[in-house]
């Protein structure tokens, strides 16, 4: 017997039968209705307070909760410029980060001389630290319930430009398979930006 998916939180009904119907049926039309029921029920029931006092937190915990490849499951085939595609580009960034914040954190700093404007957007502490770039991870997806959406990706999006900008600098740190890529990085930048574009229009769907 198939298992059936365990539950992610917050799921409304609707959605969540949505869900656990393309989850049967593999049908991509439905996965993809399913990816943007699931991620507006998610987002919005948090935002209108069904959380509770610590709502934004348990957007922030989901993955940690039911596994990235969950979240995968659902979002990481959806045009990045919609609400499923940008909150799946957050927790890959987010689980990138917790695997080696010392890392990461090497690679802001690095970063952040070629461009401290754009550091000022993405909001990390300085002189950043494991610490300040984990804490930045979690505060951005917190940020999709408790502040705007647009500044939200607006600060992830400059934190990706940023350590990508390290990345291409720190000749040492170019291993293919070392997390993020500078390219990859900088799209994710750009695909993010997009998203934070859409927000501000009311067209993040």
Do not use: N
Not at 60 to 70: S, T, W
Not at 140 to 157: E, P
């Amino acid at each position: 017997m198939t298992e059936r998916p365990h539950r992610p939180a917050l799921f409304g009904p609707a959605a969540f039968a949505t869900y656990e119907d393309s989850t049967a049926s593999g049908d991509p039309a439905l996965r993809l209705e399913a990816a943007h029921a699931t991620a507006h029920a998610l987002v919005g029931g948090l935002r209108a307070g069904e959380g509770g006092p610590h709502g934004d937190q348990r957007l922030v915990r989901l993955a940690d909760e039911h596994g990235l490849d969950a979240v995968a499951g659902l979002w990481s085939e959806c045009a990045p410029d919609s609400l499923p595609g940008a909150l799946w580009r957050l927790y890959a960034l987010r689980a990138w980060i917790q695997s080696d914040p010392v890392g990461v954190a090497h690679l802001y700093e690095v970063g952040y001389h070629r461009a401290p404007v754009l550091a000022a957007v993405a909001g990390v502490a300085e002189p950043p630290g494991p610490e300040e770039v984990k804490v930045l991870a979690d505060t951005v997806l917190a940020g999709l319930v408790t502040g705007d959406l647009d500044v939200a990706l607006d600060r992830a999006a400059a934190f990706c430009r940023i350590v990508a900008a390290g990345r291409a600098i720190d000749a040492d740190d170019q291993e293919p398979d070392a997390g993020f890529s500078a390219a990859r990085l900088l799209r994710t930048g750009e695909q993010l930006q997009a998203a934070a574009r859409a927000a501000r229009a009311g067209h993040l769907d």
